[in-house]
C-alpha cells in the first residue's frame, strides 16, 4: 500500500517535472526574443545616432517599438499553447471567442472608417483598426496580458522546484565534510548522512512540490483567459445594481410622462372639449331665437376644435413624433434640423431602422443636445453623426461654441444619461474651455436588415 502510494506520488512528481520544463521552455521565446529585439533596436539606434543630441530618445523609442512589433507576434501563439496544454494536461478546454473585425469602408467624403475612427490613408486606417479592435477585443486583451504574466508566473512557480531539487542535489553530492576522525559514529560518518538525507530530502519536496506548481500554472491560466469565468461574485453584485437602479430610473420616467401627458390633456385638449360641449349645447337652444349669434358661436366652436386637434397633435408628437414612426431616425433628426435655431448638417449611415424605443431614445436626446446647444454654447454651427458600426448606434453632436459643458451644472444632459442607461447606453463628453463640445451617444443595438444607406443632409 505505501509502496504504491510512494510510486504513484513519484511519477506524479516526475510528470510535473516535465511539464514545468516544458513550460519554461515555451515560456522564453516571448520574453527573450523581444527582449532582445528591443535591446539590438537600441544598440543600432545608437551606433546610427551617435553624434545626435537627442540619441538616447530615439534609441529608447526605437527598442520600445521593435519590443512591441515582435511581442505581438507571440500574443496568440502564447495563448494557443497554453490552450492546448491544459486540455491535454487537465482536459480544462477554455473557450475562445475573438469579437468581429469590422472591414473598412470608404465614405462619400473620401475618409476610411475603421469601425473606430476616420482616416485619409488606407494604410493608416488598417493599422489603427487592428491597434484599436486589439485592445477593445475581451479575448484579445486577455492573451496580451497572459503574455506578460507567463514568464512571470513560470519563473514564480518553476523558480522554487528548481532551487529545491538543485539545491538538494549540489548538498547532498558536497555537503560539509570534517577533517579527521573515521569510524561508525565518527563526525565525518554523520557530517556525510545528515547531508545525504538533508539533500534527499529537499530534492524530494521539489519532486512533489512540481505537480502543485503545474495545478496553480493551470488555475491562473483559468483564470486569465477563461472570458466566461471571470464575473466575479462583487462584479455580479455590481451589475446587478447598476440594472436596478436603471431599471427604477425608466419607471420613474415613464410615470412622469405619464403624469405629464395626463396634466397637458386635463389643461389643454380635455378643457376645450368640454368648452365646445357647452358651447354646441348654447348654440342648440339659440337656433330657434337667435341665428346670428348661433353662427358667431358655431364659429368660436369651430376655432376651439382647431386648437384642441393642434394640441393633440402636439402631444402625440411629443409622446413619439409621427415622421419618427413612418420614416425613421435619419429624417426625423433632418426634420428636427430644420426647425433648430442653428444652422445644422447631419451625416446619417444606417443599415436600416433600429429598434423603436431606441430611436425614441436617440431622438429626444438629440432634441435636447440641440436645444442646449442654441440656448447655451453661443456657437454659429451644429453637425450631427449618425452612424451604425460594430453592433452599436453611436451619435455624435458637435458644435464650435464656447464649450464647458457639464451634466452638473443642469437636469439635460444627466437626464440624457439616465434615459441612455435603460439601454446599457453611454454618454461622452468632450468640452473643452473655448469649445468645441463634443457629445457622443452610443447604444448597443441590432438593426433589421443588411440594406445600406448612406446620406448627407443640411440644414
Request: aromatic share 6%; proline share 5%; hydrophobic share 50%.
Amino acid at each position: 500500500m505505501v509502496r504504491a502510494q510512494t510510486e504513484a506520488a513519484l511519477a506524479s512528481g516526475g510528470q510535473g517535472l516535465a511539464r514545468l520544463a516544458l513550460l519554461v521552455v515555451g515560456a522564453l521565446p516571448g520574453l527573450v526574443l523581444p527582449v532582445g529585439a528591443a535591446v539590438a533596436a537600441g544598440v543600432v539606434a545608437v551606433r546610427i545616432l551617435e553624434y545626435y543630441y537627442s540619441v538616447f530618445f530615439v534609441a529608447f523609442a526605437a527598442a520600445l517599438i521593435a519590443g512591441i512589433v515582435v511581442a505581438a507576434q507571440f500574443i496568440r501563439r502564447t495563448a494557443n499553447r497554453t490552450r492546448r496544454q491544459l486540455e491535454r494536461w487537465y482536459g480544462i478546454r477554455l473557450p475562445v471567442a475573438y469579437g468581429p473585425l469590422p472591414a473598412l469602408e470608404l465614405d462619400e467624403r473620401g475618409h476610411w472608417w475603421t469601425g473606430y475612427s476616420y482616416h485619409r490613408s488606407r494604410t493608416v486606417a488598417k493599422y489603427a483598426q487592428l491597434v484599436h479592435w486589439g485592445f477593445r477585443d475581451r479575448t484579445t486583451r486577455s492573451e496580451m496580458a497572459w503574455l506578460v504574466i507567463n514568464p512571470v508566473l513560470v519563473v514564480a512557480l518553476a523558480g522554487p522546484v528548481a532551487a529545491l531539487i538543485l539545491l538538494g542535489a549540489v548538498y547532498t553530492l558536497a555537503g560539509p565534510l570534517p577533517a579527521d576522525g573515521i569510524g561508525v559514529l565518527s563526525p565525518r560518518l554523520v557530517s556525510i548522512l545528515l547531508s545525504a538525507v538533508l539533500g534527499l530530502g529537499m530534492i524530494a519536496v521539489g519532486v512533489f512540490a512540481a505537480p502543485y506548481a503545474v495545478r496553480g500554472y493551470a488555475e491562473m491560466a483559468r483564470r486569465v483567459l477563461d472570458q466566461d469565468g471571470r464575473a466575479t461574485h462583487a462584479q455580479l453584485t455590481k451589475r446587478v445594481a447598476e440594472l436596478t437602479e436603471t431599471r427604477a430610473e425608466a419607471v420613474g420616467d415613464q410615470a412622469a410622462e405619464l403624469r405629464r401627458i395626463e396634466r397637458d390633456l386635463h389643461d389643454g385638449a380635455q378643457a376645450r372639449l368640454v368648452a365646445i360641449g357647452m358651447t354646441l349645447g348654447t348654440i342648440e337652444h339659440l337656433m330657434d331665437t337667435d341665428q346670428a349669434a348661433a353662427r358667431e358661436l358655431l364659429a368660436e366652436a369651430r376655432q376651439s376644435s382647431a386648437r384642441a386637434l393642434q394640441e393633440l397633435r402636439d402631444l402625440v408628437r411629443g409622446i413619439h413624433p409621427p415622421v419618427l414612426a413612418e420614416r425613421g431616425l435619419g429624417d426625423a433628426v433632418r426634420a428636427l434640423a430644420l426647425d433648430s435655431a442653428l444652422p445644422t448638417e447631419v451625416c446619417v449611415s444606417l443599415p436600416d431602422r433600429p429598434p423603436a424605443p431606441v430611436e425614441a431614445a436617440v431622438y429626444f436626446s438629440i432634441c435636447e443636445l440641440l436645444a442646449n446647444a442654441a440656448k447655451h454654447s453661443a456657437a454659429e454651427q451644429v453637425w450631427v453623426d449618425i452612424l451604425y458600426r460594430a453592433g452599436s448606434l453611436r451619435v455624435t453632436v458637435t458644435d464650435d461654441g464656447v464649450g464647458v459643458a457639464d451634466p452638473a451644472r443642469g437636469t439635460g444632459l444627466r437626464g440624457i444619461e439616465r434615459r441612455l442607461g435603460t439601454f446599457d447606453g453611454v454618454l461622452a463628453i468632450d468640452s473643452t474651455s473655448g469649445g468645441p463640445t463634443t457629445i457622443t451617444l452610443e447604444l448597443p443595438c441590432e438593426l433589421s436588415s443588411p440594406r445600406t444607406s448612406t446620406s448627407f443632409g443640411k440644414a
